[in-house]
Each structure stands twice: as structure tokens, then as C-alpha cells.
């Protein structure tokens, strides 16, 4: 979505969301409080629409949206690992998100 000028992309929450109206905010706990939290906090630095990525279902009054990881996902993800980082061959059926797969790669080297 950064690439096609949507938003800013972070991986956490940085005073460098200021800088859009619009941000996506990626890998955070589905926590209700701190969702709240991090809207006020966003709202706070000018962000006026976020899209946040968590690893599971957050219990709050907002819209959204569940994706399943697939096999063609991981073949995909594995296939850019390799391709672009020279990284292959972990064994990644443990893996329930591509968060967990990009940790599983990055930890072990």
C-alpha cells in the first residue's frame, strides 16, 4: 500500500506517522486498550485513517478484516526470501502468520 502511495507503512508506532494522513501500522498486539491507545496517539501526530495489522482479532467496536495465510502464501513469501535475501530451507509449518515466517528466518541467521 506504501508503494502505491496509500499510506506510510511502520512497523511501529514513530513520530515519523506524522508525516501522513494516512498510515498502515503493522504487527501489533490485539490488545483493545492499547488499540485504543495507539488511535489516540496516532489522531495526536495528524494521522487521520490507520489500517493496524495484528496477529489476531482485536474485541473492539471497529471494522475488520480476517486473512487466512494459504500454502501459495508461504511458497510466495519463502520464493522472495530466497530470491532477494539468498535465505532458504526452514522448516515453516509452525508458521500461522508471515510474520512469524520472516521471524523464524531472520532469528536464525
Known sequence: MEKER???YLAGLTPQASHSAR???DNQAPDRR???RVREDLKE???EHVIVITR???D???PAVELDITVEDVKHCRGNLYRHLGLHGRDVSSCS???QLML???SEE
Do not use: F, Q, W
Request: no cysteine; charged share 15%.
Open 56 to 58: 489476531g482479532r482485536v
Open 104 to 106: 523464524m528466518y531472520v
Open 97 to 99: 502468520n508471515l510474520h
Open 6 to 8: 496509500y499510506g506510510l
Open 23 to 25: 498510515a498502515i501500522l
Open 60 to 62: 473492539d467496536h471497529v
Open 45 to 47: 501526530l495528524g494521522v
Open 34 to 36: 492499547r488499540m485504543r
